[in-house]
């Protein structure tokens, strides 16, 4: 789905734990390729593949990927999209441990242990970085408390929010971080502050996919928390 020119949804669906679900990475057409925001769970390239097809984008032609955070349901085919595209990963600095494999995952417990193959992260970011895309500059902004490093993607121009996990689309209405599976609850609605004071039209989560409601919202969530 097109969110603004230049910035495709990629409604990602697979099958996990004996359900369906259905994941939202995006990819930003920029001078140089396709920018993927986010690749998903482990085994799943061809359904990344399938979802750039539908919009009329190719896999092999994605020069780099950002990933916003270190969970397996957006980094886990980080290295097999790698190793298919030579893309140039980015990440926040406070992740790249995690995705190099020096640290384990930090939500991986002895009861469900988490793991993703690790990466080279060629590009350490700290939020407030700009990248050039089709739809205007796109800011990084560091949004932690959901993982330690988490970042979301600002177009100011398009007045549009991609939040990764910051925020969460339940049944159409845009919602604050989700307590159960939030590392640093404070810490996230810190970050929920942040994307507050931002010019935002419409919001695009990883979790529930798009949302009419931005800046006006956000600071509703702030309020009422």
Not at 18 to 26: M, P
Not at 40 to 51: C, F, H, M, N
Not at 71 to 80: E, I, S, T, V, W
Not at 160 to 172: E, F, I, M, P, R
Request: proline share 7%; hydrophobic share 40%; with cysteine.
């Amino acid at each position: 789905m097109e969110l603004t020119p230049g910035v495709h949804g990629l409604p990602l669906r697979v099958s996990m734990d004996d359900r369906e679900a259905t994941f939202n990475a995006t990819a930003v057409e920029t001078p140089r390729g396709p920018l993927l925001i986010d690749v998903g769970l482990p085994d799943t390239v061809d359904v990344l593949e399938a979802a750039l097809d539908d919009e009329g984008l190719r896999l092999d032609d994605a020069w780099g990927i950002l990933i916003t955070h270190q969970d397996p349901d957006h980094a886990g085919c980080l290295a097999a999209v790698v190793d298919r595209t030579d893309a140039v990963v980015f990440a926040h600095e406070t992740e790249a441990p995690y995705l190099e494999g020096d640290r384990e995952l930090v939500k991986s417990t002895a009861e469900r242990p988490l793991s993703i193959d690790p990466t080279t992260v060629d590009v350490r970011l700290t939020g407030g970085e700009t990248f050039a895309t089709a739809a205007g500059p796109m800011e990084v902004i560091a949004t932690p408390g959901h993982s330690p490093g988490h970042v979301s993607a600002h177009f100011p121009d398009a007045e549009l929010l991609v939040s990764a996990d910051a925020l969460n689309v339940v049944d159409g209405a845009l919602v604050g971080p989700r307590p159960e599976v939030t590392q640093d609850l404070e810490t996230a609605w810190e970050s929920v502050e942040t994307l507050a004071d931002l010019a935002v039209a419409e919001t695009f989560c990883f979790h529930g996919g798009r949302a009419a409601a931005g800046t006006a919202r956000i600071r509703e969530l702030v309020a009422d928390r």
